[in-house]
């Protein structure tokens, strides 16, 4: 090696670059056995070797314009040109590489090569007449292929397309051939153009020519039928926060190639624009929805247009809250005194909302609703570290409809919280227990109470109710390791006011996360048992974890009989403080007269090249007969079993990975299979 060449390292080095469009010029390194300077202009000959981040170059002859020159721009030609991301080492040949007769090259940007020969281990594999290897993440170009097999779709090959549309955004499109479903697309553009402005628009279009068979699966035909989604995610700070999320199908039976069983049983999809702003302790929040039924393609069997009996609404039509208006006051100070010694502090709060409400298929009238719920609040701290938190509000609501004529009604209401926390040191050990008495009470309820307020609707139905709960939780612990036993009886006051919802159950929980060297485990389970509503369920996790290594599994049963008028409205826009546990819980029991789901998961890292990964999952579970009746097409998921093991390995030398994966589905009745090749730099398992 030439001492020339040491020297010639900085030479052809440019100064950081201030524009705003241009990335710095990364620093290059530039061996040869003879190597001549010249005033803008060097060259390079025999055995030349020129490196920059993430790139090594080797070539015949090297010729480079703009070195030694300040804020000069640098170009490389290059004859008899070798290139490869790889850095093996002295001792070990590249993984790949690609050969050209000749190249140039921008270190800003990348090489542009001419008749480039992409080769594995010195062996040929393909060819192009004209070819680019970026050495920036950002540059327009094709990617690496796809390929997959779905039991519905076939066997699946993509070919991506990235453009990059400025600093800010970048979209990838990729045209797709299914084997026994036609052609397809999919569209993602992305954006971030500041720190609190971000999102992704996903659009996949099909010509489905698809038929199903009559023993399961699916087979080309001729003809067809377009069918497309759009989904986005977009958050944005202009004059408050605003969040918006779309998703519309243009034919809800694409929905059966989604990737999750819920996904492919959907039974609407949500569209939403939200937009809250907080100014001198007051937030305003806003919300427009809009809810698209998937369920005549979901229950395909279902004679009706919609189905007869909804997951939620029991007989009745399912109504949408498609607005909502809400104002939050914050925290207020009236004032501080003590009394007997005691300090006491009282504070106000408001709020007041406007919701309206719609049919999603337009048979039943639509209504709105404005609600208000002004409240003082009262914090005493007594002897032996008790403290008593309470408030009394005043519940006022209007209700005004197309169908049913107006009313109002009004209701006091008041809760209050005893809690005490009590903690000790035994040594390296501390232990803490904490005990919690909670009550709400509401006297009455004046004005029209049934009807038009018991509409099967409303999400925080409103009734005098008297709720009590004791809770109490015990936990040790010791640096990272801790162990805690909890139990509760009572009302679940999380359902705020509900009079008759409200579980009323015996809630038993435990758990413990400790570490012996680099390992950790964690353990944690729960039971809740309710004779009212003969409601029980038993939940119960394990993950022993090392750094990437994990394995662990999880008991999830539940066994119930449903009230006999259960609702809830389709979705809530904003949170208000509702059946949100409750609905979570009867959301499966709903359905389901006992459900038993196993689950069970392991990531594996093997060495330094090798990584693995599955998750399984069996849930068997007993259909309501009723719900089995109402669709034909449920029975055949009563049985789900699922299950996912995928395998990656990268190269030692960093400069490619190649990932598989399979997985089966049971009501999809077929193998899956997907692999992804990634070539680059500085890749990592």
């Known amino acids: 090696m030439s001492w020339l060449g040491v020297a010639l390292a900085v030479l052809v080095t440019t100064p950081t670059s201030t ?170 553009v992305r954006n971030h153009p500041t720190a609190t402005t971000k999102g992704t628009l996903r659009a996949n279009l099909a010509y489905d020519q698809g038929v199903p068979e009559a023993g399961g699966g699916w087979r080309g ?82 004679e009706r247009p919609l189905r007869a009996l ?5 007989d009745r039509a399912a109504r949408q809250r498609y607005a909502e208006l809400r104002l939050d006051a914050a925290r207020v100070e009236l004032g501080q005194a003590r009394l007997g010694g005691l300090p006491i502090a009282w504070w106000a709060s408001m709020r007041a909302s406007g919701q309206g409400f719609g049919d999603l298929a337009g048979d039943a009238g639509s209504f709105f609703r404005a609600d208000a719920r002004p409240a003082v609040h009262q914090d005493v701290l007594l002897p032996l570290g008790l403290r008593l938190a309470s408030n009394v509000s005043l519940r006022l609501t209007t209700w005004v409809s197309d169908d049913v004529p107006s009313a109002t009604r009004w209701a006091p209401r008041w809760s209050a919280q005893l809690a005490q926390e009590l903690a000790r040191s035994f040594g390296a050990w501390a232990h803490r227990i904490r005990s919690e008495l909670a009550v709400v009470y509401v006297p009455f309820v004046g004005g029209r109470t049934r009807s038009p307020f018991a509409n099967l609707d409303e999400l925080d139905a409103l009734g005098a109710v008297a709720q009590l709960q004791l809770r109490v939780r015990s936990s040790v612990s010791s640096g990272a390791s801790q162990a805690w036993v909890e139990a509760a009886i009572g009302r679940d006051l999380g359902a705020d006011d509900q009079p008759g919802l409200g579980l009323g159950p015996l809630v ?125 097409a449920a029975r055949f998921h009563s049985i789900l079993q699922r299950a996912r093991l995928g395998a990656a390995y990268t190269s030692t030398c960093g400069c490619w990975a190649v990932r598989a994966g399979g997985s089966v589905d049971r009501d999809l009745g077929g193998l899956g299979l997907q692999v992804a090749l990634t070539l680059g730099s500085g890749l990592r398992p």
């Open 221 to 302: 035909g001729k003809g067809g039928r377009a069918r497309y989604r759009v989904a986005a995610d977009q958050v944005a700070r202009w004059g408050g926060q605003w969040s918006m999320g779309l998703d519309l199908l243009g034919d809800p039976a694409g929905y059966e190639w989604a990737d999750t069983f819920a996904a492919r049983q959907a039974e609407w999809t949500v569209s939403r624009l939200v937009y809250s702003r907080s100014t001198d302790g007051i937030r305003v929040s806003g919300a427009l929805q809009w809810m698209q039924d998937l369920r005549p393609a979901t229950y395909r069997d279902v």
């Open 508 to 632: 038993l929980a435990a758990g413990a996360v400790g570490g012996h060297g680099p390992w950790t485990t964690r353990l944690s389970g729960a039971a809740t048992f309710d004779d009212g509503h003969r409601f029980a369920s038993l939940r119960a996790h394990a993950e022993v974890a090392s750094g990437a290594t994990a394995v662990g599994g999880q008991l999830n049963v539940v066994g119930a009989r449903p009230p006999s008028a259960w609702f809830v409205a389709a979705e809530e826009l904003l949170p208000s403080e509702t059946l949100r546990a409750q609905r979570d819980a009867y959301g499966t029991a709903i359905a389901w007269r006992a459900q038993t789901a196993i689950e069970a998961w392991l990531r594996l890292r093997l060495g330094r090249a090798w990584s693995l990964e599955g998750r399984a999952t069996v849930s068997v579970a007993e259909r309501r007969r009723d719900v089995e009746a109402a669709y034909p």
């Open 310 to 314: 909804s997951l939620w609404t029991d």
């Open 19 to 188: 524009s705003a469009t241009e990335a710095p010029a990364p620093p290059l390194r530039l061996r040869a056995d003879r190597i001549t300077v010249e005033p803008g202009r060097c060259e390079a000959r025999g055995a030349v070797a020129l490196e920059t981040p993430g790139l090594r170059v080797n070539a015949a002859r090297i010729e480079v314009d703009g070195c030694g020159i300040p804020d000069g721009d640098i170009r490389i030609l290059a004859q008899g040109v070798t290139i490869t991301p790889c850095n093996c080492g002295p001792r070990h040949p590249p993984s790949w590489t690609i050969t050209a007769t000749r190249a140039a090259l921008d270190p800003r940007r990348g090489v542009d090569l001419v008749w480039p020969v992409f080769r594995v281990r010195g062996v040929p594999v393909a060819t192009v007449p004209r070819g680019y290897w970026p050495v920036t993440t950002r540059r327009s170009g094709f990617l690496i292929p796809t390929f997959r097999t779905h039991p519905a779709l076939g066997t699946e090959l993509g070919a991506p397309i990235y453009f990059t549309l400025g600093r800010s955004w970048d979209l990838t499109l990729t045209p797709q051939l299914r084997t026994t479903r036609g052609a397809a697309g999919a569209l993602e």
